[in-house]
C-alpha cells in the first residue's frame, strides 16, 4: 500500500483492468464514438483492451480525442514559451484555470507536440463523483484534491497532496499542473491564492519556502480562451456574490460545465509557458524578510508572468470597450466581430439587469484590464 493511494492517479500496472472495467460504459462509447467516428464499437474496445500504460492511453485516445475537440470546437491552439523547458526536467507548471478539464489536457497536449513528457494534474473531487469520470482522471495522470472537508482532515489532506507534488517532482521526475486558485476564474481576474503555495509548501522539509520553490522550478502558464463556452453558465453565480448572497450548485452543475467546456464554440486558444521563476525568487528573498511577504510577493510574479504573456483576443478589447463605453481599442477588432459578440451578449443575458451586463462584459474585459495596468506600472 502506497500512502498516496487514495489520491492518485494508476499505476500503468493497474490501467489495462481499470480499461476493461469502463470500456462498455455509456459514457466511454460517447468518448470514443466522438474520437474515431469511423470504428465499430468493438474495434476500439478491442484497442482499449490492449492498452498497458497512462501514455499509451493519452497517445492513443485521448491525443485524439483533443485533435477532435480542437476540429469542431476552436479555431486552433497555438503555443509559445515552450523553448523554454529542458528535457527530462520536472516543473511545477502554475496556470491560471478557466476550463474544468480542457486547460490542462490541452497543456498536455502541447507538452506531447513538443517532445516533453506529460504532467501529472490536480482535479477537484467533486468533478470526479462519478465511477467513469473517476477512473478517466485517474488513467488520465490525474491526482485527486479533496474539497468541503472539516479543518483537521482539511489539514491532513494538504499535507499528503504537498507531498504527493514533491514525490512527482524529485522522485518520479513527473512535473505537477496545478491552478492558482482553487476553482476557476469565473470574473476573468486571475489570481493566485497564498493558501496554494502554502498548501505546496507543507512538504519543504527543513528548507525555507523559497529554498524549496526553487527546487520545484515553478513555472507561470497562460492559457486564454478567445470565447468563453461556459460564459452564461457562470452568471448565476457572479450574480449571487456581488449580491453578497451563499450561491448553491445544482446537482449536475459540475457535469454540464463540463461538457459545454470541451464541446462548446471557443475560436482561438493559446498557450503560453512561462520561464523557471529562479531569479524572481533570489529577488523576492532579498526584498522581504518575512516568509508571509514573500510568499505573496512570489503571488504577484506568478500573477504578473500570467497577465503579461495572456493572449488577448478581439472578444476582450471588445468587451473593454463596451464596459467602459468607449473606442480606446476598436483598432483590435472588426465591426463584424463586435456585432456578433455583442450578439452573442443579448442572446445569453438578461440586458435589462445593468450588473448581469457589466459581470458578463467584466469577464472578458479584466484580462485587458490587467495586462494594461502591469505595462503601465513597468513603464
Not at 455583442?342 to 490587467?370: I, Q
Request: proline share 4%; with cysteine.
Amino acid at each position: 500500500m502506497s500512502k498516496f493511494d487514495d489520491i492518485r492517479p494508476f499505476y500503468d500496472t493497474e490501467v489495462n483492468d481499470a480499461l476493461r472495467k469502463v470500456a462498455r460504459d455509456p459514457i466511454m462509447k460517447a468518448v470514443m464514438n466522438f474520437t474515431f467516428p469511423d470504428m465499430t464499437d468493438e474495434e476500439w474496445i478491442q484497442q482499449l483492451y490492449k492498452t498497458h500504460s497512462i501514455r499509451d492511453f493519452q497517445i492513443n485516445f485521448i491525443y485524439h480525442a483533443i485533435n477532435m475537440v480542437l476540429n469542431k470546437s476552436s479555431d486552433g491552439l497555438t503555443t509559445s514559451g515552450f523553448e523554454n523547458l529542458k528535457p527530462n526536467t520536472a516543473y511545477l507548471f502554475i496556470s491560471n484555470h478557466r476550463d474544468i478539464i480542457l486547460d490542462t489536457s490541452l497543456l498536455n497536449y502541447s507538452l506531447y507536440k513538443n517532445g516533453f513528457k506529460m504532467t501529472t494534474s490536480a482535479i477537484g473531487d467533486n468533478l470526479v463523483k462519478n465511477p467513469f469520470l473517476l477512473t478517466l482522471s485517474r488513467v488520465t495522470r490525474n491526482f485527486i484534491v479533496k474539497r468541503g472537508l472539516p479543518s483537521r482532515e482539511l489539514l491532513e489532506s494538504s499535507k499528503l497532496m504537498s507531498e504527493f507534488i514533491k514525490d512527482s517532482i524529485m522522485h518520479e521526475n513527473r512535473s505537477v499542473w496545478m491552478a492558482q486558485r482553487e476553482g476557476r476564474t469565473k470574473d476573468g481576474n486571475d489570481a493566485t491564492h497564498k493558501g496554494v503555495l502554502k498548501m505546496i509548501a507543507m512538504a519543504k522539509d527543513g528548507m525555507t519556502d523559497m529554498e524549496y520553490f526553487k527546487r520545484l522550478k515553478i513555472v507561470p502558464v497562460s492559457i486564454s480562451y478567445e470565447l468563453d463556452p461556459t460564459d452564461i453558465l457562470k452568471m448565476p453565480e457572479l450574480l449571487a456574490r456581488s449580491k453578497t448572497e451563499p450561491y448553491v450548485k445544482n446537482p449536475n452543475e459540475d457535469f454540464v460545465t463540463l461538457r459545454s467546456g470541451i464541446m462548446g464554440q471557443k475560436k482561438g486558444i493559446h498557450i503560453h509557458v512561462g520561464k523557471v521563476l529562479d531569479d524572481e525568487i533570489d529577488d523576492i528573498v532579498l526584498k522581504h524578510p518575512s516568509t508571509n511577504k514573500q510568499l505573496q510577493a512570489l503571488c504577484d510574479i506568478i500573477d504578473e508572468v500570467i497577465h503579461a504573456n495572456y493572449r488577448l483576443w478581439p472578444t476582450n478589447y471588445i468587451a473593454h470597450d463596451l464596459l467602459y463605453q468607449s473606442n480606446q481599442y476598436n483598432t483590435y477588432y472588426t465591426a463584424d466581430e463586435k456585432e456578433a459578440f455583442e450578439k452573442r451578449l443579448y442572446e445569453g443575458v438578461d440586458t435589462s439587469d445593468e450588473m448581469a451586463v457589466k459581470h458578463f462584459l467584466a469577464m472578458y474585459a479584466n484580462p485587458v484590464t490587467n495586462q494594461t495596468a502591469l505595462k503601465t506600472s513597468q513603464a
